[in-house]
């Protein structure tokens, strides 16, 4: 009987403790219920808030949608947590440009301080980078301005040169069908200037809406007329004084934009081996990176001379031959004379230790002193004749002879050339 009552004991304490365990589940469960309905309520409260605040914002912005360009703002006395560009930067810039705030005082006797901003090029927009620097230079005019200068920045936008130009060569073949040879430089400045006053404004939108603090009055297009005739005069002194020189350079001419571009505006590109690449004007890609081998029969008729070149068709400009003065298979040579197979004219067998290397192709190099860079400064070196072989079409010339008129590319695989052993490098 003890034991039965035991175990019925044993039982009653196992409910109350499971009961007990249900009860404080329940209890668990409650408090994380209220505790999840606690953090619901204050994240609808912050939304709500959020909200609110858009709305104030919403409502500021379209009263300042109103006020008169150049008025002064109403300013808000109410604080927002967040920042909102769209009302804080609202309607200031037009009223500090209408009071004049950035321009300087003719008249002034507090010491000056100017600077010109870097105009970016009228065919592009600003980024990052024009944003950054921008801001420093904004920073220290308005410091210096704050510190008493009499301040001047200069705003003003470049003519990008080559990027105009061919922005609008194509807006006008695309329009009317024309290029700029068609209508005459005079009319071609004017479709430019043009183009500049409907598209170029976007720079200054852009800068207006950074709040760069310069003098929009003093603007300036660096192809404008007064910017122009400052160029040309000053060219034109300093050529008169003695610190500048004209001379015939080698210039990197583009033959679609019939224009000389820098060096800065042409990219080169390493040819492994023989490439086939697509030029402009040619129907099928043009072969590049295939060493060819030709031979100069020497003036005397006692041999000749083989040289090697990736540029066959420049050998209408050749105006020496080099070789190095260590060379022992050419010095035989040297001081002597070959016979070009084309125009007939004498060419010397020159001794050259800086441009040729021994080792490369047969050890003697064809110089072409209007047509390579290198070549151009062994010319220089030794008096050679520069002869360009080639029109602003890039095809051949006069000095081409019975090749006159053909494209540069494909005089280069001419039989008359006297090709022989091609090599793939």
């Given at each position: 009987?003890?034991?039965k009552?035991?175990?019925?004991?044993?039982k009653?304490?196992?409910?109350?403790?499971?009961?007990?365990?249900?009860?404080?589940?329940?209890?668990?469960?409650?408090?994380?219920?209220?505790?999840?309905?606690?953090?619901?309520?204050?994240?609808?409260?912050?939304?709500?808030?959020?909200?609110a605040?858009?709305?104030?914002v919403?409502?500021?912005?379209?009263?300042?949608?109103?006020?008169a360009?150049?008025?002064?703002?109403?300013?808000?006395?109410?604080m927002?947590?967040?920042?909102?560009?769209?009302?804080?930067?609202?309607?200031?810039?037009?009223?500090?440009?209408?009071?004049?705030?950035?321009?300087?005082?003719?008249?002034?006797?507090?010491?000056?301080?100017?600077?010109?901003?870097?105009?970016?090029?009228v065919?592009?927009?600003?980024?990052?980078?024009?944003?950054?620097t921008?801001?420093?230079?904004?920073?220290?005019?308005?410091?210096?301005?704050m510190?008493?200068?009499?301040?001047?920045?200069?705003?003003?936008?470049?003519?990008?040169?080559?990027?105009?130009?061919?922005v609008?060569?194509?807006k006008?073949q695309?329009?009317?069908?024309?290029?700029?040879?068609?209508?005459?430089?005079?009319?071609?400045?004017?479709e430019?200037?043009?183009?500049v006053?409907?598209?170029?404004?976007?720079?200054?939108?852009q800068?207006?809406?950074?709040g760069s603090s310069v003098?929009?009055?003093?603007?300036?297009?660096?192809?404008d007329?007064?910017?122009?005739?400052?160029?040309?005069?000053?060219?034109?002194r300093?050529?008169?004084?003695?610190?500048?020189?004209?001379?015939?350079?080698?210039?990197?001419?583009?033959?679609?934009?019939?224009?000389?571009?820098?060096?800065?505006?042409?990219?080169?590109?390493?040819?492994?081996?023989?490439?086939?690449?697509?030029?402009?004007?040619?129907?099928q890609?043009?072969?590049?990176?295939?060493?060819?081998?030709?031979?100069?029969?020497?003036?005397?008729?006692?041999?000749?001379?083989?040289?090697?070149?990736?540029r066959?068709?420049?050998?209408?400009?050749?105006?020496?031959?080099?070789?190095?003065?260590?060379?022992e298979?050419?010095?035989?040579?040297?001081?002597?004379?070959i016979?070009?197979?084309?125009s007939?004219?004498?060419?010397?067998?020159?001794?050259?230790?800086?441009?040729?290397?021994?080792?490369?192709?047969?050890?003697?190099?064809?110089?072409t002193?209007?047509?390579?860079?290198?070549?151009?400064?062994?010319?220089?070196?030794?008096?050679?004749?520069?002869?360009?072989?080639?029109?602003?079409?890039?095809?051949?010339?006069?000095?081409?002879?019975?090749?006159?008129?053909?494209p540069?590319?494909?005089?280069?695989g001419?039989?008359?050339?006297?090709?022989?052993?091609?090599?793939?490098?």
């Open positions: 009987k003890a034991a009552l035991a175990e019925k004991e044993a009653k304490a196992k409910a109350a403790a499971k009961a007990a365990a249900a009860a404080a589940a329940a209890a668990s469960n409650a408090a994380a219920a209220g505790g999840s309905e606690k953090k619901a309520n204050k994240k609808a409260e912050a939304e709500a808030k959020k909200a605040e858009a709305a104030d919403a409502r500021i912005v379209d009263q300042l949608a109103a006020v360009k150049g008025d002064k703002k109403p300013v808000n006395k109410v927002f947590k967040a920042y909102h560009p769209k009302m804080v930067e609202a309607v200031w810039y037009d009223w500090w440009e209408k009071c004049g705030f950035f321009k300087p005082d003719p008249d002034s006797k507090r010491p000056p301080f100017t600077i010109v901003i870097p105009p970016p090029n065919t592009g927009a600003l980024h990052i980078g024009h944003a950054l921008n801001a420093v230079q904004d920073t220290i005019v308005r410091w210096r301005r510190s008493g200068y009499n301040t001047l920045w200069v705003p003003g936008t470049d003519h990008a040169g080559i990027a105009t130009q061919s609008v060569e194509k006008l695309r329009e009317r069908g024309v290029t700029r040879h068609d209508l005459g430089r005079e009319v071609f400045l004017q430019v200037f043009k183009w006053d409907e598209y170029g404004g976007r720079i200054c939108s800068l207006r809406r950074m003098d929009w009055d003093r603007c300036v297009f660096t192809m007329e007064r910017r122009s005739v400052a160029v040309l005069e000053a060219f034109v300093m050529y008169e004084s003695g610190c500048i020189y004209r001379d015939n350079r080698l210039v990197n001419w583009d033959v679609r934009l019939r224009t000389a571009v820098s060096d800065i505006e042409v990219d080169y590109i390493d040819i492994p081996g023989r490439t086939l690449i697509n030029v402009p004007g040619y129907d890609p043009v072969e590049f990176g295939v060493l060819t081998s030709f031979a100069y029969p020497l003036e005397d008729d006692s041999g000749e001379i083989v040289v090697a070149t990736t066959p068709e420049t050998m209408l400009g050749d105006t020496a031959v080099a070789v190095h003065p260590q060379d298979r050419y010095k035989h040579l040297h001081g002597k004379f016979v070009h197979p084309v007939r004219r004498r060419i010397p067998i020159i001794t050259d230790a800086e441009l040729v290397d021994m080792t490369f192709g047969t050890g003697a190099v064809k110089i002193p209007a047509h390579d860079p290198n070549d151009f400064q062994v010319g220089k070196r030794h008096g050679l004749e520069f002869i360009n072989i080639l029109d602003d079409d890039g095809n051949i010339n006069d000095n081409g002879w019975e090749f006159k008129g053909q540069r590319f494909k005089v280069g001419h039989p008359g050339l006297k090709h022989k052993v091609p090599v793939c490098r």
